[in-house]
C-alpha cells in the first residue's frame, strides 16, 4: 500500500485538529479519565507485587489483586488519617491563628511605617478588613472543604474499582495492544511495553522515595527551628513536591506564612531552609532516585502544569509529569516522534561520568542515568 504525501500545511491542521480534540475528550471525561489514568500508575507500581503473590505464593489471580488494593488502601487510609489529625489540630488552633495573623499584621505595618516614614494606614486598614472577612467565612470554607472530600472521595472510588479491572484483567489488555501492530513488529512492540513498564515503575518508585526524603528533611528543618504544624508542613512539601518548581514555592510560602502568623522570628530561616532543601532535592536526591531518561525540561513541564490544571485540576497538575514522561518515553521509541521525545527531555549534553557519593566503606549511590 502506497503512503499518501501530505503538504505541511496539511499535517500540520491535522495535527492541532488531534491535539483540541484530545483536549476537549479529556475536559469532559476528567471524572472518569483521572482517576483512570492514577490507577494505571497505581497498577504498574503493584505489578511485581502482584506477580510475586501469584508465582511464588500461588495466589489466584483475583486473590493477589485485591491484597494489592488491600495494601495500596491501607497506604491511603493512613494517609487520610495523618491528615485528618493533623488538619484537627490546626482547625483547633484556628482562631487562635486568626488572632495571631491580625497582630503579626499589624506588627508589620507599624514596622514598615517606622522603618520607610510611609502611611500604609488607608492600605492596610483594607487589607485588614478583607483579611477579617476572609478569616470568617466559616462557612465558605466548610463548603470549599466539603467539596473537596466529597470529589476527593470519588476520585479515590473510581481509582480503585479500575485498579482492580486493570489488574485483573492485564493480559487481556496487554494482548489487545498487541494485536494492535501488524505481527513484523510484535518483537518491537512487545520490547518497548516492557521497557516502557520498566522505566515508568522506576519513575513512580523514584517520585515516593523523593516524597519521602524532601518530607523528612522538611519536618525535621521546621523542627528544629520551632515552627508549628512542623510534621503536617514537612508531609504537604513532599507532596507538593511532585508538582516541579510550583509545588515548592507554594509549600515555601505557606510555612512561611504559618511561621509568621505564629509570631516567629525564624520566618526567613525557614525561607533559606527550604532553598537549601530544593536545591539539595534537585541536584542530589531527583538524579539519584528519579534519574535523567524522563526527566522533563522546564517549558514542557510549566506548560503541561497549566494544561493539565486548566483540564483536571488540581489533580491533573499531580498526574501531568508522569503523563509527560509516559508520552516522552513512547514517543523516543516510535518511529517518526522521535523529535517530539527529544523536545520534552533537556538539553542533549556530552557524556560525562556519573556522580557517586561514597556513603560508608561498602555503600556508594551513583546517579541514574
Keep these: 500500500m502506497k503512503d499518501i504525501k501530505l503538504p505541511f500545511v496539511a499535517r500540520l491542521a491535522l495535527v492541532l485538529i488531534s491535539i483540541l480534540a484530545l483536549g476537549y475528550l479529556a475536559k469532559i471525561g476528567k471524572g472518569v479519565l483521572a482517576p483512570l489514568f492514577f490507577s494505571i500508575l497505581m497498577a ?17 489471580r483475583t486473590l493477589s489483586t485485591f491484597s494489592s488494593l488491600f495494601v495500596m ?25 486568626k488572632a495571631q495573623v491580625s497582630r503579626s499584621f499589624n506588627e508589620l505595618q507599624i514596622w514598615v511605617s517606622h522603618t520607610f516614614h510611609l502611611n500604609f494606614a488607608k492600605q492596610m486598614s483594607y487589607f485588614n478588613q478583607l483579611l477579617e472577612k476572609l478569616l ?9 472543604t466539603v467539596s473537596m472530600f466529597s470529589s476527593t472521595m470519588a476520585f479515590f472510588i473510581f481509582s480503585a474499582l479500575f485498579f482492580i479491572f486493570i489488574l485483573n484483567y492485564r493480559r487481556v489488555l496487554y494482548q489487545f495492544i498487541i ?6 513488529h510484535f518483537a518491537k512492540v512487545n520490547e518497548a511495553i516492557v521497557e516502557i513498564q520498566k522505566i515508568i515503575k522506576s519513575y513512580i518508585t523514584g517520585l515516593f522515595i523523593q ?45 512561611c506564612l504559618i511561621s509568621f502568623a505564629t509570631g516567629g522570628n525564624h520566618t526567613l530561616f525557614v ?40 483540564l483536571w485540576g488540581i489533580s491533573g497538575m499531580f498526574l501531568s509529569i508522569p503523563f509527560l514522561a509516559i508520552l516522552k518515553i513512547i514517543f523516543e521509541r516510535v518511529e517518526g516522534l522521535e523529535p517530539w521525545g527529544r523536545v520534552l527531555g533537556e538539553e542533549t549534553k556530552l557524556k560525562k561520568p ?12 551513583e546517579e541514574k542515568e
Excluded: C, W
Design 211 to 255: 516524597i519521602i526524603i524532601v518530607s523528612s528533611l522538611t519536618s525535621i528543618l521546621l523542627s528544629v527551628l520551632g515552627v508549628k504544624y512542623a510534621i503536617l508542613l514537612g508531609v504537604l512539601t513532599g507532596l507538593m513536591n511532585v508538582i516541579p518548581y510550583v509545588g515548592i514555592i507554594f509549600s515555601s510560602l505557606i510555612a
Design 73 to 97: 488502601l491501607l497506604f491511603l487510609t493512613g494517609l487520610v488519617y495523618f491528615f485528618s489529625v493533623q488538619l484537627s489540630d490546626f482547625a483547633d488552633d484556628f482562631p487562635v491563628l
Design 136 to 144: 470568617s467565612s466559616t462557612g465558605l470554607i466548610l463548603g470549599f
Design 271 to 310: 525561607l533559606l531552609g527550604y532553598l537549601a532543601i530544593h536545591a539539595i532535592d534537585g541536584n542530589i536526591t531527583l538524579p539519584l532516585v528519579v534519574g535523567s531518561k524522563v526527566k522533563i525540561n522546564a517549558l514542557f513541564t510549566f506548560i503541561g502544569l497549566l494544561i493539565g490544571e486548566e
Design 44 to 60: 504498574l507500581l503493584f505489578l511485581p507485587f502482584a506477580n510475586f503473590l501469584e508465582r511464588k505464593l500461588r495466589f489466584s
Design 179 to 184: 494485536s494492535i501492530f501488524q505481527n513484523q
Design 354 to 365: 556519573r556522580k557517586k557519593y561514597k556513603i560508608t566503606k561498602n555503600i556508594t549511590l
